[in-house]
C-alpha cells in the first residue's frame, strides 16, 4: 500500500490536483506508515507532514526501489509517473514529528543493529539534553561514545558465546 509524505502547506493544491512529478518524472512514496516520522525528520527536515495513501487503481508504473534514502530504503520506492490524479488519494492526516522520543521505528532499527530498548531511550534523553542547552555538543558526543562502547561490549559476549557454542 503506498504512501505520500508531503508538507501540509501543500495540502490544497494536492487535493485539487493530485500529486505532481518531480524534476526527473518521478513521485516519491513509501509502503510502512512506521517509516513517514522518520522520512519527514530525516530527509525532508519537516515539523509537521500529511500522509496520503494512493489507491492502487492511481499507480500506473512499477515500483522502483530508492535506494538513496538511509535506513528507511526498504521501505521507500519512486513511481515514474507524471501525476497521480486527485481521485485516487486519501488524506491519512496531518501529523507532527516526533523529535524528543523514540518511534517504533527508531526501536525496530536500533534493535536491528544490537541497541537494547534502554540504549535508545538514552540516545534520545542525550538529544533531548543538547537540543534544551543543558549539555554542549561535546558531552553529548561523549555520551553516545558510552552507549556505543556498551552496545559493542554486550555484542563482544553474544560472540564470544556464539562461537563457544561451535
Same mark, same amino acid.
Given at each position: ?5 508531503s ?6 493544491a ?18 510502512d #506508515?512506521?517509516?513517514? #516520522?522518520?522520512?519527514?525528520?530525516? !530527509?525532508? &527536515?519537516?515539523d ?12 500506473t ?19 515514474? !509517473?507524471?501525476r497521480?490524479a ?34 535508545? #531511550?538514552?540516545? &534520545?534523553?542525550?538529544?533531548?539534553? &543538547?537540543r534544551?542547552?543543558?549539555i ?18 554486550r555484542? !563482544?559476549v553474544?560472540r564470544?558465546?556464539?562461537l563457544?557454542?561451535?
Open positions: 500500500m503506498p504512501f505520500h509524505l508538507h501540509p502547506d501543500e495540502r490544497d494536492i487535493i485539487s490536483n493530485g500529486i505532481e512529478a518531480d524534476a526527473e518524472g518521478y513521485i516519491d512514496v513509501f509502503t #506508515n512506521m517509516v513517514a #516520522n522518520t522520512i519527514a525528520r530525516d !530527509q525532508l &527536515f519537516l509537521r507532514y500529511d500522509v496520503f495513501w494512493i489507491t492502487p487503481t492511481g499507480i508504473a512499477e515500483l522502483e526501489p530508492n535506494l538513496e534514502c538511509g535506513i528507511t530504503s526498504p521501505y521507500q520506492f519512486r513511481i515514474r !509517473q507524471s497521480v486527485e481521485q485516487f488519494l486519501r488524506l491519512m492526516g496531518e501529523h507532527e514529528v516526533v523529535f524528543d522520543r523514540p518511534t517504533a521505528w527508531d526501536y525496530f532499527y536500533w534493535k536491528r543493529v544490537g541497541f537494547l530498548n534502554e540504549d535508545v #531511550n538514552d540516545q &534520545f534523553r542525550i538529544l533531548r539534553d &543538547f534544551a542547552n543543558r554542549s555538543a561535546e558531552q553529548a558526543n561523549a555520551h553516545f561514545a558510552e552507549i556505543t562502547k556498551r552496545v559493542n561490549a555484542l !563482544q553474544r564470544r558465546v556464539k563457544s557454542r561451535k
